[in-house]
C-alpha cells in the first residue's frame, strides 16, 4: 500500500522559510517521478514544482522560480520542498504526489497523494 506523508508545513512570516518533507513508503521513489501542489481556499489545486524519476531534472512554475527548490533523497525514500521568501499568495496545504514515467505539473496525471501539510505566510 503506497502512503505518502507530508510534514513541515506551518505558519511564517513574509519572506521567511520553510522545507517542506514527503516520506514515501510502499513503493520505491527512485522509480517516480514527484510533484509538489497546493490548493489555496476557494482555487483548484495547481503544480507547483516537479522533479524526474532519474536524472533529477526539476520544474517550476513561474511564480516560485529562483523561491522554491524542489529535491529528492532516495536513499532516504523523500522528496522536498525548500520554499524561500515566502509570501501571503503562497498560503495553501501542499500536498506531494508520485508518478511512474515522466514529470509534470498535471494533477490529473497523478494516482497516489499525500494528506497535505498546511503552509501560512502571514504577518
Request: hydrophobic fraction near 30%; glycine fraction near 12%.
Amino acid at each position: 500500500q503506497v502512503q505518502l506523508v507530508e510534514s513541515g508545513g506551518g505558519l511564517v512570516q513574509p519572506g521567511g522559510s520553510l522545507r517542506l518533507s514527503c516520506v514515501a513508503s510502499g513503493l520505491t521513489l527512485e522509480y517516480y517521478a514527484i510533484g509538489w501542489f497546493r490548493q489555496a481556499p476557494g482555487k483548484d489545486r495547481e503544480g507547483v514544482a516537479c522533479i524526474s524519476s532519474r536524472a533529477g531534472r526539476t520544474h517550476a512554475i513561474d511564480r516560485v522560480q529562483g523561491r522554491f527548490t524542489i529535491s529528492r533523497d532516495n536513499a532516504k525514500n523523500t522528496a522536498y520542498l525548500q520554499m524561500n521568501n515566502l509570501k501571503p499568495e503562497d498560503t495553501a496545504v501542499y500536498y506531494c504526489a508520485v508518478k511512474p514515467g515522466t514529470m509534470t505539473l498535471n494533477t490529473y496525471e497523478y494516482d497516489n497523494w499525500g494528506q497535505g501539510t498546511q503552509v501560512t505566510v502571514s504577518s
